[in-house]
Every structure is written in C-alpha cells, then in structure tokens.
C-alpha cells in the first residue's frame, strides 16, 4: 500500500499540560546584636518559602463521530461532526499500522475515492485545547461497488448462508412486537416463527418493529458476529445484482433498553414499485439485501465508536438483543412525517407498496461469534 495515499501534512498541537513556572519567594531576614554587659545574644535564622502552581489537567476531548460502515464504496464522502464545535484532525493509515505513527491534518470530510480496493483505518480526533484521550478509529474496505448476489460462480459475496457451518446459534425468543401496516393477522399471531433456524417467516409490516433475543449473549469476534435472514428473491431475466428487496435497520443492545443502530448506505436514486427489483451493489449495512437461504452479516466492531459503546452502556461482547425496524420506501408512510434515511441523509427505497405480508420479513438471525458460556 503506498504509504503517500495514507499520510497527511501534520498539524503541530502539543498534547503536554500546561505547566505554570513556581514561584519562589526566598526572604533572608538577619540581626546580629553586639554583645553586651548583659545582653544575651539574639539571633534570627533566615527562613525560606517555596511555592509552586501548576494548571489545572486539560478537559478530555470530545470525540468526533462519523458513519462506520464495514464495507463501504469509494464515491462516499464522510463527514466527521463534534459535540463541542471543535476543530477535527483526521488521519489515514494502513488497516495494519501503529495509530501512534499517523500524521493529521484538520479536514472534516474524507473522500474515500482515492482508497479504492484498500482496508484503511481512519482516526480522527478533535484539535480543541484539550486532551484526545480517546479518538474515533474505525476501520473500512473500500469498494467500487457493494457485493453482489451469493451463490454464483465468481461472486464477492460475504452473505452466510443458513446451512454454513460458521452458525453456532440462533434467536430464542422475542420481546416488543409492534406490528406496521399493511400485515394481517395471521402473520402476526405467530411472532416465534422467526426464531431458530428453522426458517420460518414472520412479516413486520411496514414500519414494524420486532426484538429477537439469545440465551447465549452474541459476542464481537473475528470477523462478523451474526446474520439476519429475509426472503427477498431474484426475478427471472434479472441481472444478478438486481434483488426484490424489502429493507429493515438492525440495531443491537446488551441490556434491552439501551440500543444503538448499525450505520447504513443507499444509493438507490430512486423510488421502487411494489414489487420491483433494486440493485442490492448500491446498499450496505441494511438488513435485507441478501435472497432467502442468505442472511446479511453484521461485525459488531462497526459499533465501537458510538457513544454508549464508548461509555459502556452497550457491552459489544454481551448482546442479548437484536432489533429489526422496517424501512419503508417512500417518506410519510404509514404516518405523515415518517421518513427512512440513510447514514449520509439520503432516503432509502425499497419495494413499495406491499400488502398482506408487508414489509420486513423476518426468516431468522443466526449467531456467528457467541460469548463464552460461564462455567457452573
């Protein structure tokens, strides 16, 4: 990897705390009386004072935050935003190289154009008067496009297939069920259809919610860590990128109150019939974009940079909950208002209007890296 394209012109900032000089104030102070018929000698000691101040520490840093997505294309532009309004200072290195290394340069965007085919690593921090005890590093494979569909001769796909021996466990069980629009009845009395590995389908509706439990937590391991299945299907004549898909966010939380969602893209331009095709190389970190019999992967390192990761709220390698929340591809449906955006703000679109079984349909979440079970 050319060490030029990851290595920017370094902005000097001294990290060190700022040291007020002491003060010394030494006073000499002396008498000596002669002695006299009857004079007792009297003497004074010199005395010395010693102060020193120094300033207080400098306030921790505020950290700037950025979509992370575990592949992402080349023609994205990541924009780094801050709590506090400071300066950002980004750097990019090799995927393999020492953080401690890394030159910055202050910059809130980051074109991704020139890191085509490469794993980088991108570190961004604040360049306020303060101290980056802790930083944004996230790591991305940079493509031209998003892969395309499994199971055929030459495909780029990381889609895991229900029957791969990389499955160790599945959903147990499920907890806030609020069914969307557009499902009936007889899908949604049987919420546990989705559980297990079985493959059975439970549509959420449009804009529906639905939370799957484990009994063994999912952990952040090597590589991605679980799968979400749905049972979108190629059309005949179709390319073989081009997908039926119906689209949902995923979002994961290790005490099942607290949840933070996984960043996704769409390029998609523009909106889907009812039952048309899209082509699933514009989408990344969405659940859906893979056909039935193919769950979409998730790495729970894509999380470490969100604020309740960072502050210990979620346990990456305790999750106990995983949330589906169905993405609607039109804006002001079912409520007005309701809008599905992307990480980067576009809208997302997927095949709408769909009826009686509408929206997201859930076919299962497999486990990929499971937490070690405690010894009894």
């Not at 990851?6 to 002695?35: D, E, M, Q, W, Y």
């Not at 390319?239 to 994961?252: C, D, G, P, Q, R």
């Amino acid at each position: 990897m050319a060490s030029e394209k990851l290595t920017h012109t370094t902005v000097p900032r001294s990290k060190a705390l700022v040291l007020i000089p002491a003060i010394v104030a030494v006073s000499l102070l002396g008498a000596c009386t002669p002695n006299g018929p009857g004079t007792p000698a009297t003497t004074t000691t010199s005395s010395t004072s010693t102060t020193t101040t120094t300033a207080s520490p400098l306030p921790v840093c505020e950290v700037p935050e950025a979509p992370v997505l575990t592949l992402i294309r080349s023609n994205e532009v990541l924009t780094f935003t801050i709590a506090d309004g400071s300066p950002i200072e980004l750097a990019v290195i090799a995927s393999d190289a020492d953080p401690g290394d890394a030159l910055y340069e202050e910059a809130s965007t980051l074109s991704l154009a020139a890191y085509e085919g490469q794993v980088v690593r991108v570190l961004a921090r604040s360049g306020g008067d303060c101290d980056p005890e802790v930083i944004f590093d996230a790591t991305y494979d940079v493509r031209a496009q998003m892969p395309k569909r499994p199971g055929v001769a030459g495909t780029d796909s990381v889609a895991v297939a229900r029957s791969s021996g990389s499955v160790v466990g599945w959903a147990t069980g499920y907890e806030d069920f609020v069914p969307g629009a557009d499902v009936t009845s007889n899908w949604t009395n049987n919420p546990g259809a989705a559980l297990g590995g079985a493959g059975g389908l439970l549509p959420i509706g449009n804009g529906g919610r639905i939370t799957l439990t484990f009994g063994t937590p999912i952990a952040n391991g090597s590589g991605y860590d679980f799968a979400v299945f749905e049972n979108g299907f190629f059309s005949p004549g179709t390319s073989e990128t081009m997908l039926f898909a119906e689209l949902a966010y995923i979002e994961v939380s290790s005490n099942g109150t607290d949840f933070v969602r996984f960043d996704s893209a769409s390029q998609q331009p523009t909106s889907v019939g009812a039952f048309a095709s899209q082509d699933v190389r514009l989408l990344s970190g969405l659940a859906g974009r893979e056909p039935a019999n193919y769950g979409s992967v998730f790495d729970l390192t894509a999380l470490a940079n969100k604020a309740a990761v960072r502050n210990g709220t979620v346990d990456l390698d305790h999750i106990t909950h995983v949330r589906v929340v169905d993405i609607v591809g039109a804006r002001d449906y079912p409520n007005a208002g309701d809008t599905y955006l992307d990480s980067f703000g576009r809208d997302i679109y997927d095949a709408h209007k769909t009826t009686g079984s509408g929206g997201y349909d859930l076919a299962g979440i497999a486990v990929l890296n499971q937490a070690p079970v405690a010894a009894e």
